[in-house]
């Protein structure tokens, strides 16, 4: 069983960065695919990107064209998820998500198995 938690949401300004954290407990996060994924209420969860136990990048189509960038330290047992150049439209919760595995990293949601309960993520006019 893998515990994940973010941290990391707050409230910010257009055009600001945030750094969201997504920690595990329970198992070593080296051996999963780890995946960060937003959901606006009333749409479907969208995928902004993933990195594999290898250290390979899948940018996902909310990644917009770089501004996220997703990297993993796992001495620590943490994914980041550095924000840049935020939009209000970037406003929603932000999930972390983990499947066990070697392979490139899935891209729908329900091939996670595992999930964190959120960050809110606000970014004012």
């Known amino acids: 069983q893998v515990e994940l938690v973010e941290t990391g949401g707050g409230l910010v300004q257009s055009g600001g960065s945030l750094r969201l954290s997504c920690a595990a407990s329970?198992?070593?996060?080296?051996?999963?695919?780890i995946a960060w994924f937003r959901q606006v209420p009333g749409k479907e969860r969208e995928g902004i990107s993933c990195?594999?136990?290898?250290?390979?990048?899948?940018d996902f189509a909310a990644s917009d064209k770089g501004r996220f960038t997703i990297s993993r330290d796992n001495a620590k047992n943490t994914v980041y998820l550095q924000m840049r150049a935020l939009k209000p439209e970037d406003t929603t919760v932000y999930y972390c998500?983990?499947?066990?595995?070697?392979?490139?990293?899935?891209?729908?949601?329900?091939?996670?198995?595992?999930w964190g309960r959120g960050t809110q993520v606000t970014v004012s006019e």
């Open positions: 329970g198992r070593t996060l080296e051996y999963y695919r």
């Open positions: 990195i594999s136990s290898s250290g390979d990048i899948t």
């Open positions: 998500a983990a499947v066990g595995g070697m392979e490139i990293c899935p891209t729908k949601p329900y091939e996670y198995d595992y």
